[in-house]
């Protein structure tokens, strides 16, 4: 498996510092640095560097910053600003004794955990990461598990907002695997996710 702590220079650690501060880390005119999340996981470099490249392409400037134990705490501290996460985890961490199994039901769930300060994005139901038994259907009684991006409340503006969810739009479960099957064959996260944005137009 692919497990990689990217940092984008020194710059990086810099914008970890303000990952979504209204001041500049530079100048009080010029935009914030936002920190896009995750752990080590090949799952969790890519869509980290999906959204972050998502948003650079709706007029954000962010970075990216994996390798994280604790992403959840990253966010919640405003170490980051951005976490993509599979929801039904989410509902797992959140309220473990929940009884939501759909996808529908999970999305709900997380909408009523968020902690504040903390916003999610629409979920991309072509992205259902349940374990499957061998004829293919959900293993028992497994909680929905689709590909989400949380964020700080507010950073966002409309057209930024719309590309997280545009993102959401186009992720399939196939897609996602075959974007990380080419990063273990030796593709760079950055370079993956940049073809698979290219791909859907994004």
């Not at 134990?69 to 004794?97: E, M």
């Amino acid at each position: 498996m692919y497990s990689v702590a990217v940092r984008r220079t020194a710059a990086a650690i810099l914008a970890a510092a303000c990952a979504f501060t209204t001041l500049s880390c530079a100048s009080d005119d010029a935009a914030p640095v936002v920190v896009v999340g995750g752990n080590s996981t090949t799952e969790s470099v890519l869509l980290a560097e999906i959204y972050s490249q998502a948003l650079d392409r709706a007029g954000a400037d962010s970075t990216v910053s994996t390798g994280s134990a604790t992403p959840l705490a990253d966010l919640d501290a405003g170490r980051i600003a951005v976490l993509p996460a599979r929801n039904g985890a989410l509902v797992d961490r959140w309220n473990p004794a929940s009884p939501a199994r759909t996808p529908d039901e999970v999305v709900a769930a997380v909408n009523s955990a968020l902690p504040q300060g903390i916003s999610v994005s629409d979920a991309a139901d072509g992205t259902d990461l349940r374990l499957r038994a061998p004829g293919g259907a959900p293993e028992g009684a497994a909680r929905s598990q689709s590909i989400v991006a949380l964020y700080r409340s507010g950073i966002f503006d409309r057209r930024q907002l719309k590309k997280l969810n545009y993102v959401a739009g186009e992720l399939t479960t196939e897609g996602l695997t075959e974007s990380i099957n080419q990063i273990e064959s030796g593709t760079s996260p950055a370079d993956a996710a940049r073809s698979w944005l290219d791909a859907h137009g994004l």
